[in-house]
């Protein structure tokens, strides 16, 4: 595979997350080991000092401790140096009192932009899109949001999609559409004739019909 076909190659759900080492603002960082025993949410944005990305950083850092108490840790990207990001977080906590203090990586040669196929040149061929990775704690990729430019992410759908990914991993279940904390989750459904005639007994759930039923979880 030549370097540009390289370039151009995007992690999908499921793949091991590329590791990488970077310069953040909070020093060098290596994925593997900033991801040990944690979720990561790996988050891209276009460039420093500029508003929807203010208010998108912003964002995840007045959440912070809802993160923390998910077990998960928060690492931004952009374009730029380190300079400028430290600049950056420095102007929105005297100008705001809000303080972006999770790591953002310095990226400006593109290698962890290109390594997560952040760079999508129909909408800027320098510039990372609004892309956000849900890393678990085995390394593993389970969930890729996208976003243009000029459109901002909603964070109570990346707070429910971590919810999601958690819940259906530690209870063994599937989230049908809208789900929230407290909603009834969906069993796996029978795969054997023997499962469908003990499904079918089962009072203990809520059956649509067999193959189709909720528990609380």
Not at 36 to 58: G, M, N, Q
Not at 81 to 87: D, F, P
Not at 128 to 144: H, M, S
């Amino acid at each position: 595979m030549d370097e540009q076909t390289t370039k151009h190659t995007m992690p999908r759900i499921g793949d091991p997350a590329p590791d990488f080492e970077a310069m953040t603002t909070q020093g060098m960082l290596t994925l593997s080991d900033f991801n040990k025993d944690h979720w990561v949410i790996l988050f891209s944005h276009p460039a420093d000092f500029t508003p929807v990305c203010t208010t998108e950083l912003s964002a995840f850092a007045l959440d912070k401790d809802f993160f923390a108490g998910q077990n998960t840790k928060l690492i931004g990207l952009s374009i730029d140096s380190i300079h400028s990001h430290l600049a950056w977080v420095n102007n929105v906590r005297e100008k705001t009192g809000v303080y972006m203090d999770f790591p953002i990586i310095a990226d400006l040669d593109m290698k962890v932009a290109h390594l997560y196929g952040m760079l999508h040149p129909g909408e800027n061929s320098t510039a990372a899109v609004r892309a956000v990775f849900f890393i678990d704690p085995k390394g593993i990729i389970r969930l890729i949001q996208y976003y243009p430019l000029n459109v901002g992410r909603n964070m109570e759908e990346i707070k429910r999609s971590l919810l999601a990914l958690q819940t259906a991993d530690e209870k063994g279940v599937a989230l049908p559409i809208n789900w929230q904390p407290g909603d009834k989750a969906i069993v796996p459904p029978p795969k054997t004739l023997a499962e469908m005639d003990e499904r079918i007994a089962d009072t203990s759930v809520e059956k649509i019909d067999f193959y189709l039923a909720k528990k609380a979880v």
